[in-house]
C-alpha cells in the first residue's frame, strides 16, 4: 500500500475514532446514592404549602401515610461497603476531601450535587439491585451499626436515599446535550472518552512518524509543509462539520436518531472536506522523475512512465475551477452561510500546469502552481528543458480547462 495513503487512513481513521469515542453516551441505568433524615424530610415548598391548607388531622393522617410508604421502601442491611460509601457522602456534604474512587462519581456540571453515582450492577448496588425495577423508583436503605458510648453498646441508625435512573434518547435536547439533573459523571455517562485524546495523538504520532518514500534520489515533488498545511486545512474542513452536530445534541447515537435531518446537512458540507484530504493525498504522493528515456510520475494510484519517443507536443495549461463549484460557493453566500471572500477567490483562482501530448491522444498534466498561481513544484524548469533537449514541440498557446486539476491523465 502506498505510504501516503497508508499515513492518512491512520490519521483520519484515529480522528473519526477519537470524536466517536469522547460523545458516544452510555445510556444504562443509573443509581444515585444521597443520604436521607427522615426528620428533615418535610418535602418541596410547595408541597408544604399544600399540606399546610389542610386541617390538623388531615395533616397528621397525611403523613403517617407518607411514613408507612417509606417504611413500605425501606430495607435493613449491615455492610462494611454501604458504611463506606455513608462515611463518604457525609465528608462530601460536610466539605472533606473525598477518595478519587468516590470522587470520580460525583455528577457532572459546574456545581454538582452532593450525591454518588453507581451503576446497578456495581457493588455494594447490586446487593438490592433486584428492588429498582421502575425509572425514578425510590428506595430507602437502613443501616444498623453498633457504637459504643460511655461504655454502653448503642445502635446507631441512618438511612440512605437511593433514586433508580432509566435514560434514552429523550434526555437529550438540541444545544443543550443531556438536559436530566443531576447529569451523571462523565466517565459513567461518555466511558470511551478517556481514550479520544490518545486516539488522537496515536493518529497524529502515525502521521508523523511514518516516514516519506521516494522513487529516485532525484526527484521534483511538492514541499512537505504544503502537504502538512493541506491535511491540517482537510483536518479542521471535514471534523468541523462532522463534529458538530455532534456536539448540539450531546451524543454520537442521539444525532443520527432524533435529529438525522440537522446531521445529514452537516455530514454533506463535511464530504468537501473528504475531497480536501483526496488533494493532500495527491500533494503529499505526487512525484516527477527525470529519466534518460523519458518521465516517470508517482501518485497514491502508482507510477507511470512516459517515454519521450510516445510524446507529441507540450503546451502550458491553466485549470480554472468548475462553474458548478463557483454556484455552490455564490449560492452558499446567498444563503447567508457562505464567505464572500472564500466565492471571489474560488472565482478567480486558477492553477498552472505542462500538458504533454502524447501520440495516441492522451494528455500528461504536471501541476506546476497553486489555486493562486505561486510556485508549488520547484524546479519544474528541468522539465521544460529537458523536453526541448530532446526535441518535443512547444507550442505556447494556453489552454483552460474546467476542472480541479488534481489529475495526471486524461
Known sequence: MNRELLRRIIYYGCCF?????????CLEPAVIIDIYEPSKDTGTSSRRYVESLLSEEDQEALKKNKEAEIEKNTFDISSRQWDEVYKRLINLKEGKPVE???????????HPSKVFFFRPQEPPVSEISNHLIKDNQIIYLRLDSKSKEHGHKK?????????YKKYSNDDFTLGSGFSRYPKPPTSMLYPYRR????????????????????????????????????????????FMFFSMPILITGGVIQAIKPHFFLTSVFWLISL???????????????????????????????????PFDSMDFFQPVIFKPPRWLII?????????????????????????????????GSAVFIVVTDQMGTTALKGF?????????????????????????????R
Do not use: H
Open 17 to 25: 475514532a477519537a470524536i466517536i469515542s469522547a460523545m458516544y453516551a
Open 100 to 110: 478519587k474512587q468516590f470522587k470520580d462519581r460525583m455528577p457532572s456540571g459546574k
Open 155 to 163: 445502635n446507631t441508625i441512618r438511612y440512605l436515599k437511593l433514586s
Open 195 to 238: 481514550y479520544s485524546l490518545w486516539l488522537f495523538l496515536t493518529g497524529l504520532l502515525v502521521y508523523a512518524l511514518i516516514p516519506v518514500k521516494s522513487i529516485s534520489k532525484d526527484v521534483l515533488r511538492y514541499p512537505r509543509w504544503r502537504v502538512i498545511l493541506g491535511d491540517f486545512a482537510a483536518t479542521i474542513l471535514t
Open 272 to 306: 468537501l472536506g473528504l475531497y480536501t484530504i483526496k488533494i493532500a493525498l495527491w500533494y503529499g504522493s505526487y512525484q516527477v522523475e527525470l529519466t534518460q528515456d523519458g518521465l516517470r510520475i508517482a501518485s497514491y494510484k502508482g507510477i507511470k512512465s512516459f
Open 328 to 360: 455552490l460557493t455564490w449560492l452558499a453566500v446567498l444563503s447567508g452561510r457562505g464567505s464572500a471572500d472564500r466565492a471571489i477567490l474560488t472565482s478567480l483562482s486558477e492553477a498552472g500546469s505542462i500538458c504533454i501530448r502524447l501520440k495516441d
Open 381 to 409: 524548469e528541468k522539465i521544460i528543458e529537458t523536453l526541448d533537449k530532446k526535441g518535443i514541440k512547444r507550442k505556447d498557446e494556453i489552454r483552460q480547462i474546467r476542472s480541479m486539476g488534481f489529475e495526471i491523465m
